[in-house]
C-alpha cells in the first residue's frame, strides 16, 4: 500500500506552536524531496515548504520564513514540519507531498513537481 499520512494537526491559540509529521509507507523516500502545501476555505492550495533529498536544501513561503522549519528523518520515512508563532492566517488543512524526481538538487516549490500526495491534517489557529 502506497501512502503519505499527515498527522499532529489540531486546535491552538495564536502564537502557539504545532508540530506536524508525514510518515511514507510503500514509497521511496530517501533520495526524494518532500514538500509541505495547505489549503484554506475558499483559497487555492498553496507551497508552504520543502526540503531536498539530501536535507541540504530547504525553502520557504515567505509568510512563514523564520517561523517554520522543515527536517526529515530517513531512518523513520517522516518528513516534519515545525510551526511556531503561529497565526490565525495559518489555518488550513497541511499535505505533504514527494518530489516526482530522484536526487533533485533542490527543493522545490511548484505543486505540479510532486506526485504523491497524503491526505491532509487540519491545523486551527485561534485568535
Known amino acids: 500500500q502506497v501512502q503519505l499520512v499527515e498527522s499532529g494537526g489540531g486546535l491552538v491559540q495564536a502564537g502557539g506552536s504545532l508540530t506536524l509529521s508525514c510518515e511514507a509507507s510503500?514509497?521511496?523516500?530517501?533520495?526524494?524531496?518532500l514538500g509541505w502545501f495547505r489549503q484554506a476555505p475558499g483559497k487555492e492550495r498553496e507551497f508552504v515548504a520543502a526540503?531536498?533529498?539530501?536535507?541540504?536544501?530547504?525553502r520557504y513561503k515567505d509568510s512563514v520564513k523564520g517561523r517554520f522549519t522543515i527536517s526529515r528523518d530517513n531512518a523513520k520515512n517522516t518528513v516534519y514540519l515545525r510551526m511556531n508563532s503561529l497565526k490565525a492566517q495559518d489555518t488550513a488543512v497541511y499535505y505533504c507531498a514527494r518530489d516526482v524526481d530522484v536526487y533533485r538538487q533542490d527543493a522545490p516549490n511548484t505543486d505540479s513537481l510532486y506526485n504523491y500526495w497524503g491526505q491532509g491534517t487540519q491545523v486551527t489557529v485561534s485568535s
Open positions: 526540503i531536498s533529498w539530501s536535507g541540504g536544501s530547504t
Open positions: 510503500g514509497l521511496m523516500f530517501r533520495t526524494y524531496a
